[in-house]
């Protein structure tokens, strides 16, 4: 059984101190074994933006994965986005650009879906390529079944209708036969800053709205997600703020049934 918190779209310079607390006051009493943050950890991936996300994400105790989100390179500077989009993120922070985190229990991959451009006005779109699918077939084929096997990716795979204009990842149908296949069981992923479950294709797909900071959208506090379980059952909580701390506001059981998941009856 593993714990596993997951935490998106931070954007530091756009930070609550007072959620950040309230955050890092709920994870030590939920004590997880694994923290995703997926993605945005800055607003306009500006020095003390990386300087702060450092901080925080040095204070946490608990072993951590991190991945990228379009936040974190460059908006307004087209030069260094275009020649060196990565040069912050690896001065300031340093982290893997698709880490890997291995236990008893689980195996995390994390994937780099920004691009710094694409065909349409909107770059802030994210995108999988065949490279990044044959690293996560290939790190998948080589573990032990009864491993939960977890992705975690910025841009989203899945979307419920009303945010249907923000598009799901580039790359999506291909990556996802791909991930049924190598019977991948669950997607982290963030950057519409609302929290959903959903079930694709017998892959949970799993979202959480902005941790902390106040870029919020209606009806979408801010939040986080738990995941317990192993590959027989899930559960997911969803904890949002309610103005003084965070709880839970949703609960959810998954159970894995002939290699799909299945909500729980």
Not at 152 to 169: D, E, N, Q, S
Not at 188 to 202: D, K, N, R
Not at 233 to 246: A, K, P, V, Y
């Amino acid at each position: 059984m593993i714990t596993i918190a997951h935490i998106s779209d931070l954007h530091f310079g756009r930070e609550n101190p007072r959620l950040v607390d309230g955050l890092i006051h709920s994870l030590e009493a939920i004590q997880p074994q694994l923290v995703v943050i997926s993605g945005d950890l800055t607003q306009r991936a500006r020095k003390r933006e990386f300087l702060a996300a450092r901080s925080f994400l040095e204070s946490l105790p608990w072993p951590i994965l991190v991945t990228a989100g379009n936040h974190d390179i460059p908006a307004y500077n087209l030069v260094e986005r275009f020649h060196n989009p990565w040069h912050r993120w690896s001065l300031y922070l340093g982290y893997e650009f698709e880490p890997i985190r291995r236990d008893r229990d689980y195996i995390a991959i994390g994937i780099n879906t920004v691009r710094r451009a694409g065909s349409l006005v909107d770059w802030s779109r994210g995108r999988i390529n065949h490279d990044q699918i044959g690293l996560i077939t290939k790190y998948l084929n080589e573990e032990e079944d009864e491993k939960l096997r977890i992705i975690v990716a910025h841009h989203p795979f899945w979307l419920p209708g009303k945010y249907h204009r923000r598009h799901t990842i580039g790359g999506r149908d291909m990556a996802l036969e791909a991930m049924q296949k190598a019977g991948v069981d669950i997607i982290l992923s963030g950057h519409v800053h609302s929290a959903y479950t959903h079930l694709l294709g017998g892959v949970i797909v799993s979202h959480v709205g902005t941790a902390f900071s106040n870029r919020l959208i209606e009806n979408s506090p801010n939040s986080f997600k738990i995941v317990h379980g192993d590959r027989r059952q899930i559960t997911l909580e969803t904890w949002e703020w309610t103005g003084t701390s965070f709880s839970i506001a949703e609960r959810q059981v998954v159970n894995r049934i002939q290699g799909a998941w299945m909500y729980d009856n």
